[in-house]
């Protein structure tokens, strides 16, 4: 809906608020909804790495992290000295895919750090025609734009840090709830994220570390104000979010250690169209939440213990209690995990405006996994896991009212493995994995069930493969080939003549990439050539739930070239 893209994970649905974002421990996911849009939106050349837990993070991160955490970390002082510039420009076959321009500097001087991130973007989310349930169309190539400005400056001075990011992310689209409408219309997502954190090492040994922090959080998601007049309604909320946070880490003996803290944070929403109100009667609204955590690490001679627990008490919809342990244990060259975690999803700003009676849906996950190092270079891991959600919180259209709702609803989850396969050697890496999902047994929401195949959810295919690859090829070239098998797939995509939504399934699809990089072509100057979807299979982004809205186009095959100069600080010696 409104051309916004989000994520899924193990074969469900984790779009609004069941994955948390972070970039540099600030909370990306908005609100009130608790989504984050994908496509064009983050500043990859930024980027140090990319942490991802699969499973649940409720227990130390909160109510976002339900079904996983991805934690973004950026280059910095260290990563960058100096200052980092590059240019991106991408072509479908029908238009721009993007127009990209990143900046980065990072400077230390003894005890002090500095970074800083700026990214310009402009990008376009599909070259394709986009058709609805009733035979009508519109061309995406120019409406749907995926537009950012994102800055992210670090500061650290001894045991301080503070963070600043701002991000404004404009998109436009043509598409609606089940219809189109006669031109593009703006989706607007603006943010500013405020951390001041202090780590403070306590006592001779510094056994004892105590970090207060305070995090501002100011956003206006999903902002739409129409030009011309509309049967669709002006949007535009100012939310707010203030967190102050304390966390103890205390290492008892080298192989113990526990974590405590406690937090709290404050929301407030206001909304800023004149004919439009909350469900109280009022302008705004504001909440309060409060919580403690605690967590436990030990290790012992026959099996590494992790425990921990989280109480959220929230002022309108309750309390949350997620417990969690785990047993690591590794034997020579093999190693095994075992994970039981509770985890929940807290509702979000609009959940509880839309919905009288909403409460935080729960989930629980147990998850067993085995690796074995089969060389000294390589690594074999199989994960297998099963979900079961409780209440979980479900969007619907009220046809009688006209109105959007969120109702906690049945039951969801899934089960299935994943295997991963991981080499390095002097040539470079090699990464393979494949995944199995289902939910058979698991499902019990009507409006994400496929009749035909009680395995699959709506949007999600059952099996899925990657494959990753970088090869140096002598002192100045490197090729980075991948590979991605997404099997079928089913969606809703049109009505009969009763008026009923069919749905399809859609064959499985391969994504080929490559991309080529020459370094140091001139002191400080690489230059990337590439080409995205080189089959140019036209993969779809299909909406999850029976929403009367079909599969959204993706992009075509786009060529791509990149080129970056550094220009680094000089030697001391020099």
């Known amino acids: 809906m409104d051309g916004v893209v989000g994520i899924g994970t193990r074969g469900l649905w984790a779009h609004e608020g069941k994955i948390l974002i972070l970039i540099d421990g600030q909370q990306i996911n908005d609100l009130l909804f608790g989504i984050t849009s994908f496509g064009n939106h983050f500043p990859i050349d930024q980027i140090k790495k990319i942490e991802v837990v699969r499973g649940p993070g409720s227990a130390i991160y909160g109510g976002y992290a339900e079904y996983g955490v991805i934690n973004i970390i950026t280059k910095s002082a260290l990563d960058n000295p100096g200052m980092t510039i590059s240019a991106t420009a991408g072509q479908m076959q029908n238009v721009m895919g993007r127009r990209n321009i990143n900046l980065s500097a990072g400077k230390q001087n003894k005890d002090f750090q500095f970074s800083l991130g700026i990214f310009l973007g402009s990008g376009n989310r599909s ?158 609204v504001s909440y309060l939440n409060q919580a403690y955590f605690f967590q436990g690490l030990a290790k012992t001679r026959y099996v590494n213990i992790i425990a921990g627990a989280r109480l959220d008490n929230h002022n309108v919809y309750g309390s949350a209690f997620v417990p969690r342990i785990g047993l690591t244990k590794k034997i020579k060259k093999t190693h095994f995990k075992i994970l039981y975690s509770n985890s929940f999803r807290a509702p979000t700003i609009e959940n509880i405006n839309l919905s009288t009676e909403i409460k935080p849906e729960l989930t629980q996950v147990l998850e067993l996994e085995a690796g074995y190092q089969l060389t000294r270079k390589s690594l074999l891991t199989i994960n297998f896991f099963d979900i079961t959600t409780k209440d979980p919180i479900v969007y619907f259209f009220d046809d009688s009212l006209q109105t959007d709702n969120y109702k906690n609803f049945g039951g969801a989850g899934s089960q299935g493995l994943e295997l991963e396969y991981r080499m390095r050697d002097k040539w470079g890496y090699l990464i393979f994995n494949y995944s199995y999902y289902s939910v058979a047994g698991k499902n019990k929401i009507a409006d994400y069930e496929v009749p035909e195949n009680t395995a699959a959810l709506l949007a999600f295919p059952n099996h899925k493969a990657n494959l990753s690859l970088y090869i140096k090829l002598g002192k100045y070239f490197s090729v980075s080939p991948s590979l991605s098998y997404i099997g079928d797939r089913y969606a809703y995509t049109s009505v009969d003549t009763a008026g009923n939504s069919v749905i399809e399934k859609l064959p499985g699809l391969l994504l080929a990439n490559l991309y080529f990089n020459i370094t140091n072509l001139k002191r400080g100057l690489t230059i990337g050539l590439g080409c995205y979807d080189i089959v140019d299979s036209k993969y779809t982004f299909i909406q999850p739930y029976n929403g009367y809205h079909a599969p959204l186009p993706g992009p075509s095959r786009e060529l791509l070239f990149k080129i970056t100069y550094a220009l680094k600080p000089a030697p001391k010696n020099q």
């Open 127 to 284: 070259d394709q025609t986009f058709n609805d349930f009733y035979g009508n169309s519109y061309d995406m190539s120019k409406n749907s734009q995926l537009n950012n400005t994102h800055t992210n400056l670090g500061l650290s001075y001894k045991g301080f840090s503070a963070r600043w990011i701002m991000d404004l992310y404009n998109t436009t689209s043509q598409d609606g709830y089940d219809n189109i409408y006669p031109s593009q219309y703006p989706v607007n997502f603006t943010s500013h994220f405020t951390e001041l954190k202090y780590v403070a090492e306590i006592g001779k040994h510094k056994k004892l570390t105590i970090t207060p922090k305070f995090n501002m959080k100011y956003q206006r998601p999903w902002e739409t104000v129409w030009e011309l007049d509309s049967i669709f309604p002006d949007y535009s909320k100012t939310t707010t979010r203030y967190t102050g946070n304390v966390t103890a880490s205390y290492n008892l003996t080298r192989k113990i250690n526990f974590i405590a803290g406690a937090e709290v944070f404050a929301d407030k929403a206001i909304d800023n169209v004149d004919s439009s109100y909350f469900s109280n009667g009022e302008k705004e």
